[in-house]
T-cell receptor, first 111, second 114 residues
Framework: QQPVQSPQAVILREGEDAVINCSSS?????VHWYRQKHGEAPVFLMILLKGGEQKGHDKISASFNEKKQQSSLYLTASQLSYSGTYFCGTIRLNTGNQFYFGTGTSLTVIP | EAQVTQNPRYLITVTGKKLTVTCSQNMNHEYMSWYRQDPGLGLRQIYYSMNVEVTDKGDVPEGYKVSRKEKRNFPLILESPSPNQTSLYFCASSLTGGAGYGYTFGSGTRLTVV
């Protein structure tokens, strides 16, 4: 079963912040985050391997709460280039190397 | 340039006519995988391969075959395509199995089965 993301869609004005959540009903081993622009392939953003780990890249960061089986992606001071669909992805414990993508969150940044 | 190359980009075929979508990576990655992307269903894993001659089913393997005879290539075979296999397909690779490294995706293949 896919991880569930919320919200499904969000519209922001340039400069505003957003949080995208990813929740799993199964225990997680790691969490990936990807961004996909319309008509293009997904692009890897970051990976979190350990519970409690937080990472950041420019103004995009993420956290991973292993106990709650959740991860969140934080976009601060959003730019037009942040528009796209964001997917979390995960390997669940005890399922070998089968990889599951989340349901996706469509993010639109407007001027 | 490090990349995953998929061919063709677009394909229209008829029901039952066997087809192969090729995938090749030049990064010496061990892990390769195929996904299909459908509106409302997101990205679903079809098959994956941990290394040469090692393949495993993903979430939606029915109607598909794969092989991994060489490390760089991981073709997706549809022996008898049906209209419900109309979809956008992505090949992806990673240095090792998905735990520690992100995936690099190919540009995608849009398949239409009529």
């Amino acid at each position: 079963q896919q991880p569930v993301q919320s919200p499904q869609a969000v519209i922001l004005r340039e400069g505003e912040d957003a949080v995208i959540n990813c929740s799993s009903s199964k225990a997680l081993y790691s969490v990936h985050w990807y961004r996909q622009k319309h008509g293009e392939a997904p692009v890897f953003l970051m990976i979190l391997l350990k519970g409690g780990e937080q990472k950041g890249h420019d103004k995009i960061s993420a956290s991973f709460n292993e106990k709650k089986q959740q991860s969140s992606l934080y976009l601060t001071a959003s730019q037009l280039s942040y528009s796209g669909t964001y997917f979390c992805g995960t390997i669940r414990l005890n399922t070998g190397n089968q990889f599951y993508f989340g349901t996706g969150t469509s993010l639109t940044v407007i001027p | 340039e490090a990349q995953v190359t998929q061919n063709p980009r677009y394909l229209i075929t008829v029901t039952g006519k066997k087809l192969t979508v090729t995938c090749s990576q030049n990064m010496n990655h061990e892990y390769m995988s195929w996904y299909r992307q459908d509106p409302g269903l997101g990205l679903r894993q079809i098959y994956y391969s941990m290394n040469v001659e090692v393949t495993d089913k993903g979430d939606v393997p029915e109607g598909y075959k794969v092989s991994r005879k060489e490390k760089r290539n991981f073709p997706l075979i549809l022996e008898s395509p049906s209209p419900n296999q109309t979809s956008l397909y992505f090949c992806a690779s990673s240095l090792t199995g998905g735990a520690g490294y992100g995936y690099t995706f190919g540009s995608g293949t849009r398949l239409t089965v009529v």
